[in-house]
């Protein structure tokens, strides 16, 4: 992300966020007239943060360039953002305010062999991704469950998956609000690492390639997504309801461990216990025909 993209990222947020705010949830009068504007006007906002009209103007024009951390909380709390959204914020004014000595090291591509070894002992499917949604190892169990991903044409990428690969809708049953939770992680991912070209790469092969992802885009949500809930149609076991935890890993800035499991005694336990031995039988050698 250059100066100018990230100037207009920031603008487009405060605009965006601003605009979904009415006087009378924020506890303004309104008075008779026509409004031109569908949420709070500039004067309005820069009131509730306490700013002059002048500096929020500043802010709004994307100059987040020295801006104090109370002044982000007071725009954070006036702009009532949530907390991936106040997160996104203060990535931005980090950024702004970064130089390129300052810059981190590139996110590894690759986990170390003791990552694995732990895979390896789990029992549940596990992967390690990075923030990227590049899957870059699982277990057994996890290889299986994610098996139409890792055998895209697209590569082993899930945002490239869900909106390249036309089995992508197939296998996410609620595939609208998956696309949306894998933009909404680029658009985070974006300004926590904004030096990251493979990340810029990701974005622009995918708003050239997808009228769905450049339409998500626009909207500039963002969002956390550490644990929940997935739901996925898989060629081999069918319907799955998993619950998913994301842990990073401490050692390696930018990776993260997922785990998925399954209610106790639920048809999704049955189905992974069966998706497991399937995946065994798939790893052994064809038998030798030869006489």
Excluded: C
Aim: net charge neutral; no cysteine; charged share 25%.
């Amino acid at each position: 992300m250059d100066a100018d993209q990230l100037r207009a990222e920031v603008r487009d947020l405060l605009l965006t966020r601003r605009g979904r705010i009415t006087p009378a949830e924020a506890g303004l009068p309104v008075y008779g007239g026509l409004r031109r504007v569908s949420g709070l006007r500039r004067e309005e906002l820069a009131m509730l943060a306490g700013l002059s009209v002048e500096y929020y103007s500043r802010l709004e024009r994307g100059n987040l360039r020295g801006v104090s951390d109370s002044v982000l909380e007071a725009l954070a709390r006036a702009l009532r953002l949530s907390e991936a959204e106040r997160g996104h914020l203060y990535d931005l004014a980090r950024a702004a305010n970064a130089s390129a000595g300052g810059r981190r090291a590139a996110v590894p591509q690759q986990v170390r062999p003791g990552v694995q070894r732990i895979l390896d002992a789990m029992t549940a499917p596990a992967l390690v991704s990075n923030a990227r949604m590049d899957y870059l190892a699982a277990n057994r169990a996890g290889r299986a469950l994610y098996a139409p991903l890792f055998d895209s044409p697209v590569g082993v990428n899930a945002a490239r998956f869900l909106l390249l690969d036309p089995r992508g809708a197939e296998f996410y049953p609620d595939w609208d609000s998956a696309v949306d939770d894998v933009v909404a992680l680029l658009r985070t991912q974006s300004a926590r690492t904004p030096w990251d070209k493979v990340v810029t790469d990701l974005i622009g092969e995918l708003s050239a390639r997808s009228e769905t992802f450049r339409t998500r885009w626009a909207r500039h949500d963002v969002r956390l997504h550490l644990t929940g809930t997935k739901r996925l149609r898989h060629p081999v076991v069918g319907d799955l309801d998993l619950r998913f935890e994301t842990m990073e890993l401490p050692a390696d800035p930018g990776l993260a461990l997922l785990v998925y499991t399954a209610e106790p005694a639920s048809a999704t336990e049955q189905a992974l216990t069966f998706l497991t031995s399937w995946a065994a039988t798939q790893d052994q050698p064809a038998p030798d025909r030869a006489r």
